[in-house]
């Protein structure tokens, strides 16, 4: 037997604002077609003034609690995945248990920008494989576009608002492939290359929140390499081949990149799900927004294998193998 964390529920939540790549032409110097052509993103959601990273959470959280059929009493913890916190301290997490009413257990931060969904659920899962929780709570959220610098047109088109959350909760396995649940969970970083992917600000060195800076293309290439390891990894470590996988759901960054991988994996396109059209890169959000839509839409169904993966600033990358 085996303790699996399996997903009861998820949910999203999106900023009304929708700007289109029309209305970033008169932002900034690009058009729809260039970036269109390099990236898949034809529009993305903007918090309002005031909206916070806490609030995109709490809406994600009371959806994807409300698919589960599971209260704030029942939950033992809550691990949110963001690089955009409403404040430097306390925790985005301890805002939302507030707002939920949860008066138990723990609720914490996890930073890992763009694979902090995936670093969210791995830390849930040995929390519940330890015994130390039964059900979870697990959110990404960003208000990315508040870390924009508005002039520069090769990283202000990218990025959207906005937060998934999914729950889990311990069941009993058989220790196989076939088990519902969480399967495997695979992280890695390296530091080395932080000068490709950064905000340029923080509270000890520059005492201001600062921008996002990128080279894209060296980022770029980084992620075809370490994506495609990854996918190796967690099928390697399961005793499957790509044919075993039912969806692929990746971060949504770029369409190429996404594309790329599934072709290696031998997918057809329609068992990719691509939501980075209509959200841009949600960083952190947007392994459970993709997930949400998918489940929501009737795509994803109970039993699915499911291949969850992505990279992001630090470097860090990693992916999980769940069956829905």
Not at 264 to 293: F, M, Q
Request: proline share 2%; glycine share 10%.
């Amino acid at each position: 037997m085996a303790i699996r964390s399996v997903i009861l529920g998820c949910g999203s939540y999106l900023p009304a604002k929708v700007m289109t790549n029309a209305e970033m032409a008169q932002v900034v110097d690009t058009s729809d077609e260039w970036i269109t052509e390099r990236t898949g993103i034809k529009s993305r959601h903007i918090a309002a003034e005031g909206e916070l990273t806490s609030d995109l959470a709490y809406n994600a959280a009371l959806a994807a609690m409300a698919h589960a059929g599971v209260t704030a009493d029942e939950l033992d913890l809550i691990v949110l995945a963001t690089a955009t916190p409403d404040n430097t301290f306390p925790a985005t997490a301890v805002k939302v248990q507030a707002r939920l009413g949860m008066t138990r257990g723990a609720a914490f931060d996890v930073q890992a920008v763009c694979s902090g969904f995936i670093y969210a659920l791995s830390v849930a899962d040995n929390f519940i494989k330890a015994g130390q929780a039964r059900t979870v709570l697990v959110i990404g959220a960003e208000t990315f576009s508040r870390i924009l610098d508005w002039n520069d047109r090769t990283t202000c088109v990218l990025f959207g608002d906005g937060a998934g959350a999914v729950v889990l909760r311990a069941a009993d396995g058989a220790g196989t492939s076939g088990d519902q649940g969480i399967l495997s969970t695979h992280l890695h970083s390296d530091g080395n290359h932080h000068d490709l992917l950064y905000v340029d600000g923080g509270p000890s060195s520059t005492q201001t929140v600062g921008h996002v800076r990128m080279r894209g293309q060296e980022v770029f290439k980084h992620a075809v390499v370490n994506l495609a390891d990854v996918v190796k990894e967690a099928l390697s470590a399961n005793g499957l081949t790509a044919d075993a996988i039912d969806w692929l759901v990746p971060h949504q960054a770029n369409r190429r990149i996404i594309e790329g991988t599934g072709r290696k994996l031998k997918l057809p396109a329609e068992r990719v799900v691509i939501t980075v059209d209509h959200h841009g890169n949600t960083s952190a959000a947007s392994i459970p927004l993709a997930l949400a839509e998918a489940v929501a839409d009737g795509r994803i169904q109970r039993g699915d294998l499911m291949l969850l993966e992505a990279m992001g600033g630090g470097f860090t990358w990693g992916g999980a193998l769940v069956r829905f």
